[in-house]
Structure formats: C-alpha cells, structure tokens
C-alpha cells in the first residue's frame, strides 16, 4: 500500500512537470507565432491560463491567454506598450505536432489597451504647444500660438474624440493671454492622432487618458494569430 501511495505521488508530480513544460512550450510558440504575424519588434510575453494545461492542450481550445508587448510602431504612432487578452484561442495539438508553423491559431475574441507615447501626441500637437496631462482622463495644452505673426500664451482642455480612423483632440476651455479674441481656434490648437490597421485587429472602443499618453482600449472577434 505504502509503495502504491508513493508511485501516485510520483506520478502526480511528474504530471505537474510535465503539463508546466508543456504551457511553457506553447506560450512559446504562440509569442513566436503573434510576433511574426503583427510584424513585433519583440517578442511578447504570452500566459496560458487555467490548470491543468494539458487537458486544454488536448482539446485544442485555451479558455484564456493575457499577451503583453514592449514598445512598437504602427502607421508612424508609436506604442509604448500592448495589454491584451485572448478568449476562445483554437490550436489543434494535431496540427501544432505535425507543423507548428502551418496551425491555425485563433482567437474568438480579444480584448486589449493600446497606449500611445506622449511622444507621439506632441510630435502630432501643431508647433509650439506642450501636452500635460496627470492619468485623470484629461488633456491640457499650453504653449504659444502664432497669429499674424504675433506669439500668444494659450492655455486649454483636449476633449478627447474618436473620429474615422483616428482620434480627434478638440480643445474646450481655452484661455488666452490678454483675453484676445483668435477666430478657428480649434483648428489652431486641436489636432489629430490618426490610429488604424491595429495589432490583433482591434478595433477602438474606448480612449482615456493615462500618464504615459492615451490608452486606447479595443476589442475585436475572430482574430487569426498566424
């Protein structure tokens, strides 16, 4: 009996093992598989949730896996960084044993935050004004404007808005030195941040302010990852 209990804790632990080796040969298959899919700088960091993997491994369906990128460029917009996750991700074992490179790996849906550098916003801000903004879902400008030659202090809120392909930043509360009346001062002072042909497909929802710049939150539904 005791020998019996033995080989069973044996067997349980070589199964942990073995499913932890396993997850982590898949998380990095699908890294390989994304980055080169999305054109990545570097490789993301993938997790498989969920134990025990290999009965999703069997299945060829994982419940849920979280990805996470270092900085890239897309469409000339720098991204400082990629949150997502994956629902429903199908990888036949079949299919990754005999040719990983050929599987067919999808997702049904994927959610995920995208977040455009500071950098970014001011490269796109017309010339002479600064971005701020403290992560408490606002903008401001301030800076100088030129008006017929003349270089006016403007102070203002950035509403943010998604536009056709982009997002819209519309200036709102605009204070300007001396009071001076600017006509078209939105089209002075607000700008553009065109965003589009997103990684994983995702398509805007949702965009707010953060530290770092503007995190722009998405979702998207049947999503191949290779």
Do not use: C, W
């Not at 020998?3 to 699908?30: M, T």
């Not at 849920?64 to 400082?80: C, Q, V, Y």
Request: aromatic share 2%.
């Amino acid at each position: 009996m005791r020998k019996l209990v033995v080989f069973l804790i044996l067997l349980v632990v070589a199964l942990a093992i073995l499913d932890r080796v396993a997850v982590a040969g898949a998380q990095r298959e699908i890294a390989r598989q994304i980055e080169a899919k999305f054109d990545l700088s570097s490789t993301p960091t993938v997790h498989i949730e969920g134990i025990p993997f290999l009965t999703q491994a069997v299945a060829g369906n994982y419940q849920e896996i979280t990805i996470a990128t270092g900085p890239l460029t897309r469409e000339g917009i720098t991204i400082s960084k990629i949150d997502a996750t994956l629902y429903g991700v199908s990888a036949p074992l079949a299919d990754l044993i005999q040719d990983a490179s050929k599987a067919d790996l999808r997702a049904e849906r994927v959610t995920g935050t995208i977040v455009i550098s500071r950098k970014t916003l001011e490269e796109r801000a017309p010339r002479g004004v600064k971005i701020e903004g403290g992560g408490d879902d606002k903008l401001r400008v301030s800076g100088k404007i030129t008006v017929l030659g003349q270089d006016i202090p403007i102070t203002a809120d950035l509403k943010i808005d998604t536009v056709k392909g982009g997002i819209r930043l519309i200036p709102a509360n605009v204070e300007i030195a001396g009071g001076i009346s600017v006509p078209n001062v939105e089209r002075l002072v607000g700008f553009t941040v065109p965003v589009k042909n997103l990684p994983l497909n995702l398509k805007v929802t949702n965009v707010r302010s953060v530290p770092e710049g503007l995190a722009v939150e998405g979702s998207a539904t049947d999503v191949p990852l290779r």
